[in-house]
Structures are given as C-alpha cells and as structure tokens.
C-alpha cells in the first residue's frame, strides 16, 4: 500500500537582494528587486508503507522544503502530493494524526518541565486517552531506556537525552508516517549510533514509515533501505542505500589512535591524510582494498586504543556521484 | 471535537502554571517589577491632575477607571495568552512549524505554548485600581465586571491582529512590544483629546477607543446605545484580527516569509 | 588609535544601512510616533483652550515640547533587547572573545541606528510638526536646533542605560523588566507627558538629581520660550556630564557582569 505519493512537486520562493553601498541601500529602499528561487523543480517519488526512505543532500539541496510540504507545513507551488490519501496543505488537521515529526532544531518539549509533562501535553492535542497513553508512554520507556528522564526538567538534559524524548513525544499517537528533519545534527557519536538504532527498531516494530532528512550518510545506512538523492531541487538518485553505496561511495576515513609514536600504512588503496604523534587518519579506497584487511594491519604493527570508521563528507559523495555520471 | 479543543486548552494553561510554579524566584521578581512599573506610570497622572485638575472634562477617577481596565486586561492577556504577545518572535524563530504539524488550532498552541506567564499580580493590581475608582465613582460592579470583559477582549485582539504583522516583517517584535504599550496609553488619554481625523482612527485602523472610552460612557452615563455599540465592535474586532491571523498563517505556509532554508 | 575608532565606525555604519533597509518597519515606526505626537498636541490644544490653569508657557510651545520629547523615545533602537537575546541564546560567550569590546561593539551598532533614525525622524518629523502644529516655536529656530542637537546627545545617554538593562540580564535574567521601570522613570522624571517645572517643587528636585531630567527635559525645554528655566551652557554641563558618567557606569557594570559571568562559567 502506498503511504506517500508525490508528483512533479515544484516550490518557488521569492528572494530578496539588496544592492551595495549606500545607493544600494537607497535604491532597495524605494524599489526592492524580488528574485525567484526554484528550491523544487519538480519532483516526483512514491513511498510504501513501512519503507524507510532517507532523503539526503547537501545544504540548500530542498530536503528540508520537501519535508516541510509533506508535514503541511508549506504550500507547493505546484505538483500533487497524498499522504494516507490526504493532500497535506487541504487536510491538515486530518492529516496531523496520521503523522509525527521531529525537527531536529526544534523542541515539541516544555523546556522547563519534566519530559513526561509534555508527553501528556501530547496525549491531550493528539486526543489519546488515558488508559492508551499509559500503556503507550510504558513500552515507549522501556524501548528508548528514558525512565530516568521521564521526571527530569528538560533544561537538564543533554542534547542526545533530549533528542530521544523528542522522538518518544513523536511517538505519543502512534503515527504511520514519521518525518525527522536532521534528527542527529549536533549529536556525539555514540548519541548518534543509539538514535539511529532505536528509530530503525520502533519503525520496525510499530511498523511506521520513515522519512528522514539528514545530510550525514550514516543516517541513512543505519535506518533506511531506500536512499533518494536530491541536490538543487532534483533527484539524481533514487534507489537502495546498499547499491548506493557499492556504486558511488567507495571510500572510509579510518582514524587510528596508537601506543606507539608512529605507524606506517602503506597498502594499496590506502592514503595517509594525516599523522601526528599517537595518531593517524587514512582514506580506505573500497573498490581496491577491504578496510578489515587495513585495521589487522595496524594491529600488526601497534596495539591499538582507538579506532573510528567514518563515511566521507556528503558533499564528497555527491561529487563523486557526479563525476561518475558525467564517465 | 471542542469538548477536545477545550480540554486541550486546559491542559496547557495547567503545564503553564507548573512551568511558572518551577521558576518561583523568576516570577515573582518580575510580578515586582511590573507593579513597580505600573505604579509609576499611574503616580505620574496623580502629578499631571496635581497640576491641571480638569482635562476635558476626566478627573483622576477617569483616568483610574481607564487605567484600572487596561491594566486588567494587560495582565489577563499575560496570563491566559501570552504567546499572542510574543508571535512576531515566535514566527521569527519558525516555532509555529511544530503547531502547523499537530491536529489542535494553531493559534491556540500560539497563545499558550510559550511558558513566562505572568499576570495574575497584574490583574489583581488592575482589580485594586478599578475597585477605588468604582467606590469612587459609584458604577454598578456588574457593568464593571462586564466592561472588564470587553476591554479584555478588544486588548487581545488588537494585539493579535498587529502582532500578526509579524508575519510579513522580520524582527517585529519589539516594536509590537512598543505598540501595544502605546495602545494602552492611547486608550488612557482624555477622550476630549481626539476629533477629527484622529477620532476616526481610534475607531477603525487603531480601535483603542473601545478599550476604555466608550465602557468609560457605559459605566458612567449608563448610555446603553454606547454599550450596544462596544457589545458589537468587540465581536468585530475579535474577528477581523483572527483573520488577519489567518491571513498572515496562509503567508508563513507559503514560505516566503523566510525564503530559502535548505 | 584611529585604526581603533575606524572600526567602530565600521559597526556604526553597517548598523545605520541594516536599519535604514528594513523599510516597512521604519515606515510604521514613523507614522507610529507621529500619531502619538499629534495626540500630544491635541491633548495640550485642549487643555489650552479649556483654561483651567494659566500655563507659564505657550501652547504652541508645549505642543513642541511633548512632541520632541515623544519623538526622542522613538529615536533610540532598543538596545536592550538584543544584548538580552545574545545572554539568553548564550552568544555573548562567543562575543566576549572577539578582540573588539562587546559593550563598545554593541554601542557603536546601536548609534548606527540611533543616527539612522535621527535623519528620518529630524527630517520627516520635523516637517510634520511645523505642518500639524502650525509654525515654530516662540524661541525660533535657534531654539528648535538647539533642542535637536541636544537630544542627540541626550539619546547617546539614552543607550547607554539601555546597554546597562541588558548588561543585567547576565545577572537577573530578565533585562526587560528593568529596562520598563527606567523607561517609566525616564517618562515621569524625564519629563515626558509635561515640563517638569509644573510639577510639585519635592518632585522637581528629585527630578533635577537624576540622570533622566538631562535626558528629555533639559534639551527639549529650549523651545518652551523666553522662560525656558535653563540656559545654553548649563544644558552642555548636565549633559556631558551625565554623558560621561553614564558611560563610565556602563563600562564598570559591564566589567562586573562579565566577571560574574567568568566565575559562573557561563
């Protein structure tokens, strides 16, 4: 069945630029010059129910304008969308129920009081009664481990702390349709990797589905199987995130921190990017060497005390999707 | 469905008071300060009738009357709806994105989702001032209970309605701040003060008039044309600035307001 | 030294371009105060014509009076405010570290727009005024420039006190609160609604020891007239010096906060 549908979304803003200099001031005061900006130029996809799509690109790219549509948020300019066979500018409260969303520069959460108020909060705009709420709030701490929070003012929470109730207080009216927006912007690593496990595990068990935005790859490794690639109001790839990743992203940064001074890698398909005492940085080539076979390496020449595997930056994706395609 | 909405609205007002409750030291210091500030302003008409003891016609009961209402309807509005107040912030800052994603009235998570309420000292205070001004006078407290209610409403309208030009400028805020300030001290003046063009305008484009002015003529010559009047202006001006509102809602959805953002 | 104040010149101008490029909120800013200027007027027209008491000036002189003095409170930006958003958001952690002061930063930006709006408002509102009220003061026009210039000055001072609201946010939290109580005493002491001098003699002296009758009283009353109670070279005395010790007491609350700040840790 499908939850979401899109066709041929457009969204044009209108921006705008002021001139330089004191006559530019002047000019822009009497005789503003409005610009159009495409942020969408038409993009069409359909979402099953329980997929988990991410949506990823680089700043600017109309993550964040898409996301913002199909929450009802903002108007299109043109082009048709349905979610749950609602038109989400049309039916917005109708709409509302069926989905939860979590922006991650925003806060659903009364920051001075303790998480469970707002849950109730939640319970009481979402029309949850009692008895369900209860039930609901009880497995939701329990699977996101938030019972020592749950009477902790929010102020007080950590950012990664805070982040899990804010998807709990997105869970509250058990929504078909989830939309994070960056859920993990700003989070530590370890925040990070516990957010994106525990959004996989209750889509997978409420069998909700997921829409993200993020522009860290390792969102959309974690949490989805389909991956939609947009950057200037385009799609440039739709498809799953593992034929994604053997075709286009064929790299790691592997950061070593050692016992010794210094060690030396020199294997094939491997780069040094940096060195310092104690530590090195390499780029693993995928294509050409297994980042396994890279790490027993290192453990043969130091005991290790570290060790982190990380995606390249998004942008370097893109620009390699790019210069793949232009071959 | 508004048995919901009510309950809804409850339940805020309630997380509200707790958040309030949470930051005791907070709210009572600015409870101080705001009925310092409002004693100061009151003592500085105590010094201008000290000086001229009749101004088109008002005495110093006039101008606690006037006072004692708007200061009722301040803190009223600070209590049970201060998001009103801050919403050119509030769609500064896109905090409406969350409110526009949930099933309940926008404007009713605008008006109650931001915590800082203060009020109930204000309206206490305003209690105390229209009490000594209706001993004084001898207004029947029905009216006065009445023409509280009306004051309130026209208050809050205004400021929704040019809090909601928010919508359309950037940074409002603290000049919406200063705006409702002066409404209040408009609706304060001699009425005599006012004819002409500026008589027109304190009944269409800035209606303080209906703030004090005319409950002033219901309380005091029991001119029911006058109540009447204010009884259907107050229903007016509640819904033209809702849909300003509305309005200004339909230009933030469509994004302009803020352009690109990724 | 002059590579020092050039920078603050720098501030100061891109603070005037910003300001003067947000049109529409300039716009209603203007007719705003004009409204309330006209109100003023014809709260004193009538008092005027109702002669209840024989004022010691003018009517036409008052009306300039409580016109400039309405006028002078919508000049100044409201400084207040955004250094409390900076304590609230926590950005002035960030500003603190900059080589240039932040109070000084925040100064120089805020008579930028101080100075933006002083064009429009000695411009357009003057203009309105001499319209509305129909002619200038008795004192002419060296009366009228006099008062401007002064208020100029006069709004400096202003800002100041502005910057020392939101200075305190950084202890109370809540600048606003008291930066309402010194606007209050700036209107009632200040002289806002009526000169000072009618008011009772207890409440003039007060009046007279604070910072506040410099601020509004003592500039605008040059265009009360023959009468006007203060002469050039007083007005110049009282307002560089509240000048200087205003800023003075900026610098040193700052200092204070600030270290408060360093030992909280933010």
Redesign the interface.
Same mark, same amino acid.
Request: hydrophobic residues 40%.
């Given at each position: 069945m499908q939850a979401i549908s899109v066709s041929d979304l457009k969204k044009t803003f209108k921006v705008k630029k002021q001139g330089a200099g004191f006559s530019g001031t002047l000019s822009s005061f009497f005789k503003p010059d409005w610009q159009d900006f495409e942020a969408l130029r038409g993009i069409s996809f359909d979402i099953q129910r329980g997929e988990r799509v991410a949506f990823i690109g680089p700043n600017g790219a109309g993550k964040s304008t898409t996301i913002k549509i199909l929450s009802g948020i903002l108007q299109p300019t043109s082009g048709e969308v349905s979610i749950g066979g609602h038109v989400p500018w049309k039916e917005r409260e109708k709409l509302a129920y069926d989905i939860g969303t979590v922006f991650g520069q925003r806060s659903q959460l009364w920051y001075h009081l303790p998480a469970r108020d707002s849950f109730s909060l939640l319970a009481s705009a979402y029309d949850v009664d009692e008895a369900t709420f209860q039930k609901r709030i009880k497995r939701l701490t329990e699977s996101f481990d938030i019972g020592e929070l749950l009477d902790k003012p929010v102020r007080q929470m950590s950012l990664g702390q805070r982040m899990r109730c804010e998807i709990v207080a997105s869970f509250i009216h058990n929504p078909r349709i989830l939309f994070l927006d960056e859920p993990t912007v700003g989070l530590d690593v370890a925040a990070k990797s516990m957010i994106r496990n525990l959004v996989y595990e209750s889509s997978v068990q409420e069998e909700t589905t997921v829409l993200l935005t993020s522009h860290d790859t390792g969102d959309m490794e974690r949490v989805c199987d389909r991956v939609i690639l947009i950057d200037e109001g385009q799609i440039i790839i739709d498809g799953p995130v593992s034929e994604l990743r053997s075709r286009y992203i064929s790299k790691k940064i592997v950061s070593f921190a050692t016992k010794e001074e210094t060690i030396a890698l020199d294997i094939t398909g491997v780069k040094t990017l940096e060195t310092a005492a104690h530590k090195i940085v390499v780029e693993v080539n995928t294509d050409a060497q297994h980042v396994e076979h890279v790490i027993q390496k290192a453990m043969e020449q130091s005991s290790l005390r570290d060790i982190s595997v990380e995606d390249p930056p998004m942008e370097e994706v893109i620009q390699s999707i790019y210069n793949k395609k232009s071959v | 469905m508004v048995g919901?909405t009510l *309950?809804?609205a409850v339940? !805020?007002l309630k +997380?509200n008071m707790? +958040?309030a409750a /949470?930051?005791r030291g907070?709210y009572i /210091? *600015?409870s101080i300060?705001?009925i310092?500030?409002h004693s100061?302003?009151l003592?500085?008409w105590v010094?201008?009738f000290? +000086?001229?003891?009749?101004?088109?016609g008002w005495r110093v009961e006039h101008i606690l009357l006037a006072y004692g209402l708007g200061i009722f309807a301040w803190g009223f509005l600070s209590f049970a709806a201060f998001g009103i107040r801050t919403l050119p912030r509030q769609i500064d800052d &896109?905090?409406l994105? /969350?409110y526009?994603?949930?099933? #309940?009235p926008v404007l009713l998570n605008v008006a109650l989702g931001t915590?800082q309420t203060v009020g109930p000292p204000e309206m206490i205070f305003g209690g105390v001032v229209l009490t000594i001004a209706g001993v004084m006078t001898g207004v029947s407290i029905l009216m006065l209970l009445l023409m509280t209610v009306c004051t309130t409403v026209v208050f809050t309208s205004l400021v929704l309605a040019y809090g909601s030009?928010g919508f359309?400028? #950037?940074?409002?805020? &603290?000049?919406a701040e200063?705006?409702y300030f002066?409404f209040f001290?408009?609706a304060t003046?001699?009425e +005599?003060?006012?004819?002409g063009w !500026?008589l027109v !305008?304190i009944f269409t484009f800035?209606p303080v008039a209906f703030m004090a002015h005319v409950p002033l003529h219901v309380l005091l010559d029991n001119n029911m044309n006058a109540l009447l009047l204010l009884l259907s202006a107050t229903t007016l001006i509640a819904l033209i600035s809702y849909k300003i509102f509305k309005l200004g809602l339909?230009r933030y959805?469509?994004?302009?307001r803020f352009?690109? *953002? &990724? | 030294m002059l590579d020092g104040f050039r920078k603050y010149y720098i501030f100061a101008r891109t603070a005037f371009r910003d300001h003067t490029s947000h049109r529409m909120k300039l716009s209603i800013r203007v007719v705003l105060c004009l409204f309330f200027m006209f109100v003023f007027v014809e709260f004193w027209r009538l008092i005027g014509r109702e002669e209840i008491v024989t004022l010691p000036y003018a009517i036409i002189d008052i009306c300039w009076y409580a016109s400039l003095t309405q006028m002078f409170l919508f000049m100044s930006p409201r400084m207040f405010m955004t250094i409390e958003n900076d304590v609230r958001s926590g950005d002035i952690a960030y500003a603190l570290i900059r080589p240039m002061p932040y109070i000084w930063m925040r100064l120089s930006e805020a008579i930028g727009a101080m100075t933006g709006n002083t064009v429009i408002y000695y411009t357009v509102g003057i203009a309105a005024l001499y319209l509305y009220i129909g002619g200038l003061p008795t004192s002419g026009l060296s009366g009228l420039l006099s008062a401007m210039f002064f208020l100029y000055l006069a709004s400096i001072t202003h800002i100041f006190y502005q910057l020392m609201c939101g200075v305190t946010a950084l202890w109370l939290q809540d600048g606003e609160s008291i930066y309402r109580i010194y606007q209050k005493t700036l209107i009632v002491l200040g002289g806002l609604y009526m000169p000072i001098t009618l008011y009772p003699d207890w409440v003039q002296t007060l009046a007279y020891a604070t910072p506040v009758s410099s601020m509004m009283f003592a500039p605008a009353q040059f265009v009360l007239g023959a009468s006007s109670p203060l002469s050039f070279m007083t007005v110049t005395l009282i307002t560089t010096f509240w000048l200087g010790l205003s800023g003075l007491a900026t610098l040193l609350l700052f200092r204070i906060c600030t270290r408060r700040l360093e030992i909280n840790g933010g």
């Open positions: - | 919901n *309950r809804y339940d !805020m +997380a707790k +958040a /949470t930051l907070a /210091t *600015r300060f705001n310092t500030n100061i302003y003592s500085l010094l201008i000290d +000086a001229i003891p009749s101004i088109g &896109g905090e994105d /969350t526009l994603t949930q099933p #309940k915590t030009l359309w400028l #950037k940074g409002f805020h &603290g000049n200063e705006i002066n001290i408009i003046r001699p +005599a003060v006012f004819h !500026m !305008m800035m339909s959805e469509s994004g302009n352009g690109v *953002r &990724g | -």
